[in-house]
Every structure is written in structure tokens, then in C-alpha cells.
């Protein structure tokens, strides 16, 4: 079974609004999450991570929340911008592994 | 600033054929990642390598894969007879230190079609 998942295929905002995307996993043994943001036609980009010991992390307009009691994982974005637009997956790394086990996407539209 | 890159960009075969993608880490990386995203669907791990051997690989990376690294610079990816459930993009990723110290850089991808 898959590990790793996101709750809602699409996401549709309009500019300037905020943005939660959230993602569920299932392995307690995943020690290290991870937010990528995918474009059409390149690979993925990393945008945050956060490991099983914080519950909340902070970049430039993006935030990421943990919360391991219910394997929850949210991916917030502020004033949300046409360039935001992408596919967004959560993954994780089991602790001490390597392979980053990834969800299965939400594409985020954004219209002006 | 410094990137993965991969070649080809797509490649065309015929099934049953051998295919070589190749790719250039970043660097000073020092692990280095194959992944592969089926159109329309989620990026999967194939396997990671570090000191010249393979670290962890999935139940995807079976007999008809296989990774080298051939000099100081390339990383490949063998597909030894393709099939045709073998055509989807595939990543080449690498990190700096291990995957749970440092963020994993992906390239562009390879775009495999088997006929």
C-alpha cells in the first residue's frame, strides 16, 4: 500500500489568497518529510522540509506543518502567485533510509 | 548555480532493446538517486547509491536495472530488455551528504517511450 498520499487531486485559488495543500502517511517510521513542487515538463524542486521532532517550520511564504498524532502533513502558501501553479507532493524518508516515498500530487491552479 | 543534468531528453526504443540513460550529479555530491514518474502519476524510487554500490533499491529495480558510475562525473541507468510498461520519465537525483541531512537535487528527466 502507499505510504505516503494527499487528500484532494486539485486545488483552485486566486491570487493573493492563501494556499493549504495536505498530505496523510501512514509509516511511523518516517522521520523526514519533505515538500517538492513539480512544473510541466522538469523534475521536481524541493520547497520545505521538516523532521518528526518540530511540528511547525517557516520559509519565505511558505509553512509547513506536522502533526505525527495524526500523520498529518500540511504545505501552507501565502499570497499565492500564477508562478505558484504547479503540482505539489509530500514525501518522506523512513528513518534511516534514502528513498524519498512520495504522494500523489495536488495540482495547485492559480488565476489572476 | 550548479545543476543535474540528463541525457537524452527523450528516448525512443523498441521493446526488448537496451537503453542507457545517463546523467551528471552535481558535483560535489556524493549521493546519487534514480527515480520515475509514469505519466499522470507519482514520482517512484528506483534506487540510491553512495561508495560506488547501491544503498537501497525498490521492487521496481529488478535484474533489468542496473547503475554505474562509469568515471568521476556520469551516473547511468541500464534497462537491460524494455518493456513497454518501462516507458515514463525518469530522474536522475543527487545530494550532497545523506538523504536525511541534505535536500536531494533532481535534473530535468529523461522521457523513455518503449514501442
Known amino acids: 500500500g502507499e505510504s505516503v498520499g494527499l487528500h484532494l487531486p486539485t486545488l483552485s485559488v486566486q491570487e493573493g489568497d492563501n494556499s493549504i495543500i495536505n498530505c496523510a502517511y501512514s509509516?511511523?517510521?518516517?522521520?523526514?518529510f519533505i515538500w517538492y513542487k513539480q512544473e510541466s515538463g522538469k523534475g521536481p524542486q524541493f520547497i520545505i522540509d521538516?523532521?518528526?521532532?518540530?511540528d511547525k517550520r517557516q520559509g519565505q511564504r511558505v509553512t509547513v506543518l506536522l502533526n505525527k498524532t495524526v500523520k498529518h502533513l500540511s504545505l501552507q502558501i501565502a499570497a499565492t502567485q500564477p508562478g505558484d501553479s504547479a503540482v505539489y507532493f509530500c514525501a518522506e524518508i523512513v528513518q534511516a533510509g534514502t528513498a524519498l516515498i512520495f504522494g500523489k500530487g495536488t495540482t495547485l491552479s492559480v488565476s489572476s | 548555480e550548479p545543476e543535474v543534468t540528463q541525457t537524452p531528453s527523450h528516448q525512443v526504443t523498441q521493446m526488448g532493446q537496451e537503453v542507457i540513460l545517463r546523467c551528471v550529479p552535481i558535483s560535489n555530491h556524493l549521493y546519487f538517486y534514480w527515480y520515475r514518474q509514469i505519466l499522470g502519476q507519482k514520482v517512484e524510487f528506483l534506487v540510491s547509491f553512495y561508495n560506488n554500490e547501491i544503498s537501497e533499491k525498490s521492487e521496481i529495480f529488478d535484474d533489468q536495472f542496473s547503475v554505474e558510475r562509469p568515471d568521476g562525473s556520469n551516473f547511468t541507468l541500464k534497462i537491460r530488455s524494455t518493456k513497454l510498461e518501462d516507458s515514463a520519465m525518469y530522474f536522475c537525483?543527487?545530494?550532497?551528504?545523506?538523504?536525511?541531512?541534505?535536500?536531494?537535487?533532481f535534473g530535468p528527466g529523461t522521457r523513455l517511450t518503449v514501442l
Open positions: 537525483a543527487s545530494s550532497e551528504n545523506q538523504p536525511q541531512r541534505s535536500e536531494q537535487f
Open positions: 509509516n511511523s517510521a518516517s522521520d523526514y
Open positions: 521538516i523532521r518528526s521532532n518540530m
